[in-house]
């Protein structure tokens, strides 16, 4: 009777051990889901604020910036769509509040950009897709690393138009944007398909 008693008392406890997995999983789960809803607010507002920085640089004759601009804005309009369906996929509903951009002048806005795109290339994304990876959620890290691969050639590209502010002045520089990732590039005949995701030519759109 007794033995029967002990087992009995292991299978209790070990029924309250299976509820804290539970709990502990579930809170794990949340980690990644609010992750997800950051930075899809953070991608909404850096289109939002890229296409401000485009208008600025236009109307202060930095042509190429500003095609810049338009093409990052685009790829983060991407980033935010991919998000936002892993979220949905989650059964939660995307939410992001677009603040008013502070727009400066050309060179200060290219600053802003590389610093916003540094931190998420370097901080961010790969603390996002740690949590993501513990939490074995596949699509989250799918989204999360294809956007910090793109922050990383958007960082790049501001670094270049700053190195060389003077040449953007003129227009002429086109950007490729692959639809699938957001992947961006400088105009590239050379390229097949996109160096991120895979996906052929076709599916890259030009902005200038
Ligand atoms: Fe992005
Ligand atoms: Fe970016
Ligand atoms: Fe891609």
Redesign the pocket.
């Known amino acids: 009777m007794k033995r029967i008693h002990v087992a009995g008392v292991i299978a209790i406890m070990c029924l309250g051990c299976a509820g804290l997995a539970d709990a502990a999983e579930a809170v794990a789960g949340k980690a990644t889901l609010d992750n997800l809803q950051a930075a899809f607010n953070g991608?909404s507002n850096?289109k939002a604020k890229y296409e401000a920085f485009a208008a600025k640089a236009d109307e202060e004759g930095y042509k190429s910036v500003a095609a810049l601009f338009r093409a990052a804005s685009q790829?983060?309009g991407i980033?935010a769509k991919k998000h936002a369906a892993v979220i949905t996929k989650l059964g939660a509903e995307p939410k992001a509040e677009i603040g008013k951009p502070e727009v400066k002048g050309t060179k200060e806005n290219l600053e802003a950009a590389l610093a916003g795109e540094t931190h998420?290339k370097e901080t961010m994304y790969p603390g996002f897709i740690k949590q993501a990876t513990a939490e074995k959620n596949k699509a989250a890290v799918r989204t999360f690393r294809g956007?910090m691969m793109?922050?990383v050639e958007h960082a790049k590209l501001y670094k270049q138009a700053l190195a060389e502010l003077d040449a953007w002045k003129a227009a002429g520089k086109e950007f490729m944007v692959c639809q699938i990732c957001?992947y961006t590039a400088l105009s590239n005949p050379a390229l097949v398909k996109c160096p991120v995701c895979s996906a052929p030519k076709t599916k890259f759109t030009m902005v200038k």
């Open positions: 991608e850096a790829s983060e980033h998420e956007a793109a922050e957001g």
